[in-house]
T-cell receptor
């Protein structure tokens, strides 16, 4: 257990639907990052939050949004889902240069 | 664009050292070099990081070229449990410490 918890582990949904992925960071970590990993590829940075505020944005589609709540957990909302959104979605938290990743949510859009 | 280049795959025998190369010719002076590995169906796991000097920890060593345009991750005695995809990553100071990931090297360990 890395200390970063992601739920659900697996999600299957239809095109056009909306889903919410949840991440609880490691205790004490203020930063949360979201990444997308398509099949056999490296991770693509989506967005970062620090203590409730958006800090940096990567290649995040307008159909996707995220937030970090006062208890520091974060949610990634994916809407109007397309087949190409099928991927592993990872959350990471960090303090300093120490990044810890969760085990991911596998999203399958059918 | 900051970017890293790694071989797609490498093979090594168990109990032998492994040298995983990475090129990052566009690195800037404030970018840290990080290495993570990812086992099948798991999230990435931190291996090591450095800025200019060579670094050692219990998992591996990191050798950084003098011009910082390349680095090598060294696993001193590979075991079957080291079979994974190894990612060489730049941590960009100028972009709020974002991690910029390459495609990674799939390390295959032969018994």
């Amino acid at each position: 257990d890395s200390g970063v918890t992601q739920t659900p582990k697996h999600l299957i949904t239809a095109t056009g639907q909306r889903v919410t992925l949840r991440c609880s960071p490691r205790s004490g970590d203020l930063s949360v990052y979201w990444y997308q990993q398509s099949l056999d590829q490296g991770l693509q940075f989506l967005i970062q939050y620090y203590n409730g505020e958006e800090r940096a944005k990567g290649n995040i589609l307008e159909r996707f949004s995220a937030q970090q709540f006062p208890d520091l957990h974060s949610e990634l909302n994916l809407s109007s889902l397309e087949l190409g959104d099928s991927a592993l979605y990872f959350c990471a938290s960090s303090v300093g240069q120490d990044y810890t990743f969760g085990s991911g949510t596998r999203l399958t859009v059918v | 664009d900051a970017k890293t280049t790694q071989p797609n795959s490498m093979e090594s025998n168990e109990e032998e050292p492994v040298h995983l190369p990475c090129n990052h010719s566009t690195i800037s002076g404030t970018d840290y070099i990080h290495w993570y590995r990812q086992l099948p169906s798991q999230g990435p796991e931190y291996v090591i990081h450095g800025l200019t000097s060579n670094v050692n920890n219990r998992m591996a060593s990191l050798a950084i070229a003098e011009d910082r345009k390349s680095s090598t991750l060294i696993l001193h005695r590979a075991t079957l449990r080291d079979a994974a995809v190894y990612y060489c990553i730049l941590r960009l100071l100028d972009s709020n410490y974002q991690l910029i990931w390459g495609a990674g090297t799939k390390l295959i360990i032969k018994p």
